[in-house]
């Protein structure tokens, strides 16, 4: 089955900066990574996702990068906020399931 | 639409107890998941439904666990005997990407403690 790693566990930041999450995934089948965000005590929420035949996307302050060869996305989010702290949870599925990595606890202080 | 609907929302339970933890997913939606985070294992995949009918459940630790979909808007995941270790939040999340993965959308989870 998929095995997705998740790096760095944790990771603190001051407001303004770059904040920048790597996943890797070991199932070549697979062909779409989202990224969820989940903030403390709250259900995990989709922010941005992107599928195999695309390179990279960008929702204002965040985008996502995707490397199939390597097997490797990354979560980027620029400017960070306050707000932005949370977990973020990446992903990776194929024809009808995810498999998660372990998350991300991003703290951005002001 | 009211989103993904769990119940009950805590639970506090002594070992050897049956749990029963319900979902009703988003109109419409045509898949089901149980998903069980803890903080060493993360999220984990229990049971996926397509349509009601249960597709993978490779996830499902053992026997004591059993999940149910007896129609489109209900689901049920039941432990029974409970034990210490399935403390965890349990959540229920719904898609309509049916055979093509798309996004996911959560349950507030059931947070379940066993005594």
């Known amino acids: 089955g998929e095995n997705v790693e998740q790096h760095p566990s944790t990771l603190s930041v001051q407001e303004g900066d770059s904040a920048v999450i790597k996943c890797t995934y070991s199932?070549?089948?697979?062909?779409?990574f989202p990224w969820y965000k989940q903030e403390l005590g709250k259900r995990p929420q989709l922010i941005i996702d992107i599928r195999s035949n695309v390179g990279e996307k960008k929702d204002q302050r965040i985008a996502v990068t995707l490397n199939k060869t390597a097997k490797h996305f990354s979560l980027h989010i620029t400017e960070t906020q306050p707000e932005d702290s949370a977990v973020y949870f990446c992903?990776?599925?194929?024809?009808?399931?995810?498999?998660f990595g372990k998350g991300t606890m991003l703290l951005v202080s002001p | 639409d009211a989103g993904v609907i769990q119940s009950p929302r805590h639970e506090v339970t002594e070992m050897g107890q049956e749990v029963t933890l319900r979902c009703k997913p988003i109109?419409?939606?045509?898949?089901l998941f149980w998903y069980r985070q803890t903080m060493m294992r993360g999220l984990e995949l229990l049971i996926y439904?397509?349509?009601?009918?249960?597709?993978?459940d490779s996830g499902m630790p053992e026997d004591r666990f059993s999940a149910k979909m007896p129609n489109a808007s209900f689901s049920t995941l039941k432990i029974q005997p409970s034990e210490p270790r399935d403390s965890a939040v349990y959540f229920c999340?719904?898609?309509?990407?049916?055979?093509?993965?798309?996004?996911?959308?959560f349950g507030e989870g059931s947070r379940l403690t066993v005594l």
């Open positions: 199932d070549s089948a697979s062909n779409y």
């Open positions: 992903a990776a599925g194929g024809y009808s399931t995810l498999t």
């Open positions: 109109s419409g939606h045509n898949s």
């Open positions: 999340a719904s898609s309509s990407g049916g055979g093509d993965t798309g996004e996911l959308f």
């Open positions: 439904f397509n349509n009601n009918v249960p597709i993978d």
